[in-house]
């Protein structure tokens, strides 16, 4: 039987009259778009279009809540208490939510963006504060964290459904961190670099870090970074490749027999 696999990418990230990425052709190639909820980019209008635009594409529905941080489009790591994220979850998951129940559908997966993903990752503090406001919200919620996180175990511990992900075009250090964005070689811009960095991965059934050294783990989907110029190009080959394959699927369509698809 061929086995399922996820493409999702970062959406909904333009903001008034400022654009970022072209959604419309990532949603004809991803299954789940990670949909930003004001905090890093969005705004209503932005939401509530790009929540209609998957829709219409059968695409499902994620969060993509970060630190309140505009300016350096959530990159930037703040000093938060896991008290104050948690709410910064909780907040943007309902007005995303809201939006998708006003068109007759839900949010089915969280995923955090830029810095609070990444700090989330090592400090398990955060990442509980996260799972805690997304058990909080909807217990059958999909928590969507990088493969050997922090976030992925706390939303374990949570008895969450967790679905691993691996980026496509974003360099791995040896302990299955990524690599700095501020580092030669960090972020893979070639789409033919990113097919073979997600083929090795899959072959070996783990991460592949910069020194070759790979790191177990299951795979439940691949990310595209959509505010990249090769997102298409990028998003366009691997969906063609791995449709070869694996039955690439929305991410609720992965864990059917779960409670959080329920």
């Known amino acids: ?11 909904g990230e333009s903001f008034g ?10 949603l004809q190639l991803v299954q789940s778009a990670n949909i930003a909820c004001g905090f890093h980019a969005g ?5 509530q279009n790009t ?3 998957a829709l219409q594409a059968g695409v499902s529905l994620g969060a993509h809540p970060s630190y309140p941080d505009l300016q350096g489009f959530g990159r930037r790591a703040l000093k938060c208490s896991a008290e104050e994220v948690e709410a910064f979850v909780l907040y943007q998951l309902g007005a995303l939510d809201g939006f998708a129940r006003a068109n007759g559908a839900r949010v089915t997966h969280v995923k955090p963006h830029g810095a609070l993903s990444n700090e989330a990752c090592r400090n398990a503090e955060l990442a509980g504060a996260i799972a805690r406001a997304v058990a909080a919200y909807d217990p059958r919620m999909i928590l969507l964290a990088p493969a050997l996180s922090a976030l992925a175990e706390a939303g ?3 008895k969450m459904c967790v679905a691993l992900e691996i980026y496509a075009d974003r360099a791995y250090e040896d302990d299955g961190q990524l690599t700095p964005r501020g580092e030669a070689g960090a972020v893979l811009h070639d789409p033919q670099q990113s097919l073979a ?11 592949k870090s910069r020194s070759g050294k790979f790191l177990p783990t299951p795979i439940h989907s691949i990310c595209v970074h959509g505010d990249g110029p090769e997102a298409i190009a990028t998003a366009r080959l691997l969906k063609a490749r791995l449709a070869e394959n694996f039955v690439l699927a929305p991410l609720p369509a992965l ?5 959080a698809s329920a």
């Open 1 to 11: 039987m061929t086995a399922p696999l996820n493409l999702n990418a970062d959406l």
């Open 17 to 26: 009259a400022w654009r970022m990425g072209d959604d419309p052709a990532l």
């Open 43 to 47: 705004d209503p209008l932005v939401m």
């Open 51 to 53: 929540v209609r635009a």
């Open 156 to 158: 374990a511990r949570e």
């Open 197 to 207: 960095h997600v083929e090795a991965m899959l072959a070996a059934g783990g991460l």
């Open 255 to 259: 864990f059917a027999s779960t409670p």
